[in-house]
């Protein structure tokens, strides 16, 4: 192997962790640009939330009207927006909750450029104005990558959050992109890190962590590394031959219920 070819290598090597670097937000975040409508929400049950100068924060059902037991804040995934996740809505209204399925700016219509310290700012100011509108209890569901952003929301201790429910975790961004990007220097150069474990070190509430078993996109060692870091009261639920899109999410599942129940005990 002469050193030409070692020099050549090193030169691709390196020219292709500038691209990742420069390029990782773009394969961390999927945003679309379209909006819902108006129609298809109001099939749904839900409204925009929070809509001023052509802009909004999440989608909110419209029952229960009165006397909820409580708000659940649902974020979704990088591929997803806050519509496609209306089957939190349609299992957890019917159980007593006023759901908001939030959206992250630059997704859906948003504005702005999706990051961790931009995604992270907006859920607090959710939970914030939530909390104004409608007091306690508030809880925090995230889904993929929404657990993240919820994990990250509540490392502010101040924040008025109950509980909070994390579907398909992972532990921290950085262990599960360097397992897919395993030839990188991926913990060297990330910027949004999303630390699960060290965010939810100061958190309080009680803790839900639901994976699929044979998810192939975010694999279960790293939410259950993330169970065990929890010191808290947490709860696991596996869900058997599930893969990362494909958990079982009919509105009468029992875990629903479940989960409800360890957050009110």
Not at 133 to 153: C, F, R
Request: charged residues 15%; glycine residues 6%; hydrophobic residues 40%.
């Amino acid at each position: 192997m002469g050193l030409k070819f070692i020099v050549s290598s090193l030169v691709i090597y390196l020219f292709l962790t500038v691209i990742l670097f420069f390029a990782q937000r773009k394969l961390l975040y999927l945003p679309t640009t379209s909006l819902p409508t108006e129609k298809s929400l109001q099939a749904a049950g839900l409204q925009y939330w929070n809509l001023s100068d052509h802009d909004y924060r999440g989608l909110i059902s419209t029952e229960p009207k009165n006397n909820a037991q409580g708000t659940i804040i649902v974020f979704h995934g990088n591929a997803s927006t806050a519509d496609d996740l209306n089957y939190y809505s349609r299992a957890l209204t019917i159980r007593g909750y006023r759901v908001l399925l939030a959206e992250y700016p630059g997704y859906a219509g948003r504005k702005g450029q999706p990051s961790e310290s931009i995604l992270v700012a907006d859920a607090r100011e959710i939970v914030h104005l939530m909390y104004q509108e409608y007091g306690e209890p508030i809880y925090l569901w995230g889904e993929s990558l929404g657990s993240g952003v919820v994990a990250a929301t509540v490392a502010d201790p101040t924040l008025p959050v109950a509980g909070i429910v994390l579907i398909n975790p992972w532990d921290s961004l950085a262990n599960l992109a360097q397992t897919i990007y395993w030839c990188f220097p991926v913990r060297l150069i990330l910027r949004d890190r999303f630390n699960s474990i060290s965010n939810l070190n100061s958190f309080k509430g009680k803790v839900a962590i639901l994976i699929a078993e044979k998810d192939e996109v975010i694999p279960p060692k790293f939410g259950l590394n993330l169970y065990d870091s929890v010191t808290g009261d947490k709860k696991l639920w596996m869900f058997k031959n599930s893969g990362h899109n494909s958990f079982p999410n009919h509105p009468q599942e029992a875990w629903w219920q479940e989960v409800i129940d360890f957050m009110n005990q």
